[in-house]
T-cell receptor
Framework: NAGVMQNPRHLVRRRGQEARLRCSPMKGHSHVYWYRQLPEEGLKFMVYLQKENIIDESGMPKERFSAEFPKEGPSILRIQQVVRGDSAAYFC????????????FGPGTRLTVT | QQQVKQSPQSLIVQKGGISIINCAYENTAFDYFPWYQQFPGKGPALLIAIRPDVSEKKEGRFTISFNKSAKQFSLHIMDSQPGDSATYFCAAQEADRGSTLGRLYFGRGTQLTVWP
C-alpha cells in the first residue's frame, strides 16, 4: 500500500515565478491537509481539502496561495509570484475520514526561492 | 502564538538511556495528542498518540505520559538507540473540530541525538 506521495521533492524557483506542488494521498484517503515547515520550526497548518472542496483554508495566506483537490488527480498547492519568504518545506498529509485524527505525511517538497 | 509548547529544543542522550521530551498546552478543547518522528529530508511519521481518557500509553520502547490537570504530556524513549536520533514533534488536535476540522497544532520540535 503506497504511502502519501509528493512531487517534486525539490523545487527551485526565481522570485516572481509560480510554484506548483502536488500531493497524492494514500489509497482510500479522501482528506488532504497541507502544512508548511520553516527552518527550526514545527509544522504550521495551511489548508484542509476533501475531493472538490476546500474545507478550511484559514491557515493559508490570503494572497498568492491557492489549493485544490480535484475529483481526479492529485491535490495541488499553488504559489504565485513566489518570494524568498516562501522558501520552506511543504508537507501534505492524508486521512481516511473527516477531521481525521490519524494523519499520514508525505516526504515533502522543499521549495527554494532564489 | 504557539498553541503547543515543546521542550527541550535539543537533547543528547547516551545509548541505553532514557530520552524525555515534554509538551504543554492551554487549549482544553484538545483531545488527541500524537507524537511524530522526523528524519532529515523525510516527512514526519506518526509514532504514538494518546487521548485524555488515559494517563499513559506504551508501545514498545515509546511511552506517552499524560497529565490532564496540568495540561502536559511527555514522550519517554526507553533504552534509547543511535537509530532514534531524529527530530520529535508533539502535536494536538481539537475535539469540537467545527471550523478547525482536524488540523494539527505542532510544537517546535526536539532534536534528539543518541550517542553510541
Amino acid at each position: 500500500n503506497a504511502g502519501v506521495m509528493q512531487n517534486p521533492r525539490h523545487l527551485v524557483r526565481r522570485r516572481g515565478q509560480e510554484a506548483r506542488l502536488r500531493c497524492s494521498p494514500m489509497k482510500g484517503h479522501s482528506h488532504v491537509y497541507w502544512y508548511r515547515q520553516l527552518p527550526e520550526e514545527g509544522l504550521k497548518f495551511m489548508v484542509y481539502l476533501q475531493k472538490e472542496n476546500i474545507i478550511d483554508e484559514s491557515g493559508m495566506p490570503k494572497e498568492r496561495f491557492s489549493a485544490e483537490f480535484p475529483k481526479e488527480g492529485p491535490s495541488i498547492l499553488r504559489i504565485q509570484q513566489v518570494v524568498r519568504g516562501d522558501s520552506a518545506a511543504y508537507f501534505c498529509a492524508s486521512s481516511p475520514r473527516t477531521g481525521g485524527a490519524e494523519q499520514y505525511f508525505g516526504p515533502g517538497t522543499r521549495l527554494t526561492v532564489t | 502564538q504557539q498553541q503547543v509548547k515543546q521542550s527541550p529544543q535539543s537533547l543528547i542522550v547516551q545509548k541505553g538511556g532514557i530520552s524525555i521530551i515534554n509538551c504543554a498546552y492551554e487549549n482544553t478543547a484538545f483531545d488527541y495528542f500524537p507524537w511524530y518522528q522526523q528524519f532529515p529530508g523525510k516527512g514526519p511519521a506518526l509514532l504514538i498518540a494518546i487521548r485524555p481518557d488515559v494517563s499513559e500509553k506504551k508501545e514498545g520502547r515509546f511511552t506517552i505520559s499524560f497529565n490532564k490537570s496540568a495540561k502536559q504530556f511527555s514522550l519517554h524513549i526507553m533504552d534509547s538507540q543511535p537509530g532514534d536520533s531524529a527530530t520529535y514533534f508533539c502535536a494536538a488536535q481539537e475535539a469540537d473540530r467545527g471550523s478547525t476540522l482536524g488540523r494539527l497544532y505542532f510544537g517546535r520540535g526536539t532534536q534528539l541525538t543518541v550517542w553510541p
